[in-house]
């Protein structure tokens, strides 16, 4: 039994198939996705019936990214906040033409029961964006953290190596589990188009949402599967790219 951990999508179906066939999955196996599968790409609406089926043949965990949250508001009470409309939330709403209503309320029911983040059985951690509180995501104080902190990622990559673990200086916030596994800053800001590691943070953020590629990862092996580039897959697209 193998786990792949698979990053954000944002509204690439085409993607998102690319990459599972190239994982050859097998009964046992188990997908955790760590957020963000709508906003970007034409096929949002698409993606999350997608994932609501592939969950009923097989073992699938849904952690929710800060464009859950906003598509979801949007799906219960019509609320399109002006910072979601301008960062993808038009196509969502456009890739939504042709679903009903029914059909609609079974997404925001999908949305409703998204994970904030998941803790497995060897004490790895997986969730969309990282965490403040220097006791563990089970003490964050504000659950919205969990979808939009930048600062563990950020800690992470600028860690002197030199410090033991053991330390007073070193960071509590990487003491409490054994691996993490993050999406929501894409690896394309630091020129790289693979997941990224530092200390024990894997960023499976590989720019899907606008030049890069989406990336699955056996986070045993850490072996990796990637999709097309996005913009090759949706050539008269512009995803979240901006001129």
Same mark, same amino acid.
């Given at each position: 039994m193998r786990t792949f951990v698979v990053g954000d999508i944002h509204g690439g179906l085409k993607a998102l198939v690319q990459v599972l066939n190239a994982l050859e999955l097998k009964h046992g196996d188990t997908l955790i996705f760590v957020g963000d599968y709508v906003?970007?790409?034409?096929?949002?609406?698409?993606?999350?019936? *997608?994932?609501?089926?592939?969950?009923? @043949?097989?073992?699938?965990? *849904?952690? @929710?990214?800060?464009?859950?949250?906003?598509?979801?508001?949007?799906?219960?009470?019509?609320?399109v906040s002006p910072v979601w409309y301008m960062h993808g939330g038009k196509e969502t709403m456009e890739s939504y033409a042709l679903f009903t209503e029914d059909q609609k309320q079974q997404h925001l029911t999908f949305f409703e029961n998204l994970k904030p983040y998941h803790i497995d059985e060897a004490n790895r951690l997986f969730l969309h964006a990282g965490f403040t509180s220097m006791h563990g995501v089970e003490k964050e104080v504000f659950q919205s953290v969990l979808y939009f902190d930048r600062t563990l990622w950020e800690m992470a990559l600028t860690m002197d190596e030199g410090i033991e673990k053991d330390s007073k200086l070193y960071p509590n916030r990487l003491k409490h589990y054994h691996e993490i596994y993050i999406g929501h800053t894409p690896t394309l800001n630091y020129g790289v188009t693979v997941p990224m590691h530092a200390v024990n943070v894997w960023n499976i953020d590989t720019g899907a949402a606008f030049t890069g590629k989406l990336s699955a990862m056996d986070i045993d092996t850490k072996a990796i599967v990637q999709s097309s580039p996005l913009p090759d897959l949706y050539p008269n697209e512009k995803g979240r790219n901006r001129d």
């Open positions: 906003d970007g790409w034409s096929e949002s609406a698409q993606v999350i019936q *997608f994932l609501m089926e592939r969950s009923q @043949k097989m073992n699938c965990i *849904f952690i @929710k990214g800060n464009h859950d949250v906003w598509c979801e508001a949007w799906l219960r009470d019509g609320e």
